[in-house]
């Protein structure tokens, strides 16, 4: 089957941003001057996706607003404007939020059995030829639209134990094994789950059944995990691109500097600015 939809879930509170989260959504922050959620829905449909959730939270208005369709603006927003005619999103809250899984569990009924995209909210590629959403949804049709494709990227072991884990049979791209967020001493790969995914309708079912991790939270790589306990197929594939994660302070004044001098003109005036602080 075809993958049409995706769902985007976008209902964290962002409290590694705070205060620029007191009242506004993380995803809702500006990359130089295009908030990172609409970067995350521009990729979906410029991969094929035309139904769209968006699972939100507390304070997220400004966020179902910002898909309005206006007649104003600039070109920038035009454009935009003219990719979101391609596309229905709705909206969905998660209005007691154990996780991401259980986030991802109350689309259960907007997957309807079809297969999904997962696009986390807070993280975009940048440099990539083919969407990232694109990349998967290719992987998957070509491994028989049968399997979950989860999106992965090399990392430090350090990294690795915030991010979910992926083993894969040797020489192959199929899973072995995923756990989340290991200790440092149960990292023995450098495959990690880099926020996008192709999932079977099955993973629903699963998700029904996860308990509560270590961390108080239902997590969807233990739905995954419970695809493969029960021999579905999972594949790993390896994203080209550049991901830019938004989850800290640091992380959010890299990505913006990133994106903006994909400007060459922007470029030359951020280089100079850092020359001269240098200099100083
Ligand atoms: C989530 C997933 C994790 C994945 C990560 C990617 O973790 O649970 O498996 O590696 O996103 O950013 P979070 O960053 O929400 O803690």
């Given at each position: 089957?075809?993958?049409?939809?995706?769902?985007?879930?976008?209902?964290?509170?962002?409290?590694?941003?705070?205060?620029?989260?007191?009242?506004?959504?993380k995803e809702m922050l500006p990359?130089?001057?295009?908030?990172?959620?609409?970067?995350?829905?521009?990729?979906?449909?410029?991969?094929?996706?035309?139904?769209?959730?968006?699972?939100?939270?507390?304070?997220?208005?400004?966020?179902?607003?910002?898909?309005?369709?206006?007649?104003?603006?600039?070109?920038?927003?035009?454009?935009?404007?003219?990719?979101?005619?391609?596309?229905?999103?709705?909206?969905?809250?998660?209005?007691?939020?154990?996780?991401?899984?259980?986030?991802?569990?109350?689309?259960?009924?907007?997957?309807?059995?079809?297969?999904?995209?997962?696009?986390?909210?807070?993280?975009?590629?940048?440099?990539?030829?083919?969407?990232?959403?694109?990349?998967?949804?290719?992987?998957?049709?070509?491994?028989?639209?049968?399997?979950?494709?989860?999106?992965?990227?090399?990392?430090?072991?350090?990294?690795?134990?915030?991010?979910?884990?992926?083993?894969?049979?040797?020489?192959?791209?199929?899973?072995?094994?995923?756990?989340?967020?290991?200790?440092?001493?149960?990292?023995?790969?450098?495959?990690?789950?880099?926020?996008?995914?192709?999932?079977?309708?099955?993973?629903?079912?699963?998700?029904?059944?996860?308990?509560?991790?270590?961390?108080?939270?239902?997590?969807l790589t233990d739905g995954l995990?419970?695809l493969l306990n029960d021999k579905?197929?999972?594949?790993?594939?390896?994203?080209?691109?550049?991901?830019?994660?938004?989850?800290?302070?640091?992380?959010?004044?890299?990505?913006?500097?990133?994106?903006?001098?994909?400007?060459?003109?922007?470029?030359?005036?951020?280089?100079?600015?850092?020359?001269?602080?240098?200099?100083?």
């Amino acid at each position: 089957m075809k993958v049409r939809k995706a769902i985007i879930p976008a209902a964290g509170k962002g409290t590694r941003l705070l205060p620029a989260t007191k009242t506004q959504p993380k995803e809702m922050l500006p990359i130089y001057d295009t908030p990172v959620i609409q970067l995350v829905v521009e990729e979906a449909i410029k991969s094929g996706i035309t139904e769209i959730l968006i699972i939100t939270g507390e304070n997220k208005h400004s966020l179902e607003k910002h898909f309005d369709i206006t007649n104003t603006g600039n070109g920038k927003l035009k454009e935009f404007n003219k990719l979101l005619e391609k596309v229905d999103i709705t909206f969905k809250r998660q209005s007691n939020p154990r996780g991401l899984g259980d986030a991802i569990l109350r689309a259960k009924n907007f997957a309807h059995g079809e297969p999904c995209a997962i696009l986390l909210g807070d993280d975009f590629y940048l440099n990539c030829e083919t969407p990232a959403t694109k990349q998967l949804i290719d992987a998957y049709e070509k491994l028989g639209s049968s399997a979950t494709i989860v999106g992965v990227e090399n990392l430090s072991k350090e990294k690795m134990t915030k991010k979910g884990m992926i083993v894969v049979k040797k020489g192959s791209t199929e899973v072995e094994r995923i756990i989340e967020k290991p200790d440092i001493d149960s990292v023995v790969s450098e495959l990690a789950i880099s926020g996008r995914y192709i999932v079977v309708p099955e993973l629903f079912l699963k998700l029904e059944k996860v308990t509560e991790s270590v961390r108080g939270e239902i997590e969807l790589t233990d739905g995954l995990a419970e695809l493969l306990n029960d021999k579905l197929t999972i594949h790993a594939h390896s994203i080209e691109g550049t991901r830019i994660d938004v989850g800290n302070p640091t992380e959010y004044l890299i990505a913006n500097l990133k994106y903006a001098m994909l400007d060459e003109s922007v470029k030359k005036e951020v280089i100079k600015v850092i020359k001269s602080e240098l200099d100083n």
